[in-house]
């Protein structure tokens, strides 16, 4: 079966997204299939954090439709849409420094009133994924490793159950030993039945996670299909990346 068949949990149909005077997203259409993950891929300045903030409603869309679980929610507010199951890890992390990093988890926790509150089960899980959160869970987040913070803002986003989650470039100057961490938890959130849409610039971690993919270029999507298709076809990759998969071993 193709990894195509599974049926659209989020689709974006002809999105334009301006912020300011600038015309950022230019007509976005996406489909991202539930329980999967899916690659946005692009160079630098191509729209892909814009579409996420945009399907969070951080920014607001000034034409087409978002769509999740076939809900229309181009102008729901974030808090909304973050209570329908969607959670966001961006670019900055988006972590409190001066707070612990079990307080951090407890704001993240909207269902808890204290750390007491927060499913033990779910907890343990999040610190077998990531044991720094267990080690350090007492320390302000300010004093974390780049990847530790990372790690806190993975945790942050499932600390509840989220049936999507969107990550913006999560391995972005990680050492090598924390991106495999990263890959492993990704993939058990993955078997855990969530749906991942993930911007990433490292095309070998991409490739190691993705189902599907789709590539940005100028505020549009210029192709779309499976992860396994893109790898097979260095010319592909060139001509819409403009460098290989293979290159990024």
Known sequence: MSVRAAPPLLSLAGVHTHIG????????????????TTLLLGRNGAGKTT????IMGLWSASAGQVRFRGE?????????????????????????????VRENLLLAAR????????????????E????AMKKFRDHPAGLLSGGQKQMLAVSRAIVEPRELILIDEPSKGLAPSIIRNMLDAFRQLKAA???ILLVEQNFAFARE???????????????????????ADEALQRRLLGLSLGAHQ
């Open 51 to 54: 579409t996420l903030r945009t």
């Open 209 to 231: 996670l993705g189902d599907t993919v789709a590539v940005m270029e100028d505020g549009r999507i210029v192709h779309a299909g499976s992860m396994a298709a893109l790898t």
């Open 72 to 100: 229309v929610i181009t102008k729901r507010a974030t808090p909304d849409i973050a209570r329908l199951g969607v959670a966001y890890v961006p670019e900055n992390m988006g972590i409190f420094s001066d707070l612990t």
């Open 193 to 195: 039945g969530a749906t």
């Open 21 to 36: 005077a600038y015309h950022i997203l230019h007509g976005v259409d996406l489909e991202v299939p539930g329980g999967q």
């Open 111 to 126: 269902g808890a009133r204290d750390a007491g509150a927060i499913d033990a089960g779910r907890l343990r899980w999040i």
């Open 128 to 131: 077998e994924l990531f044991p």
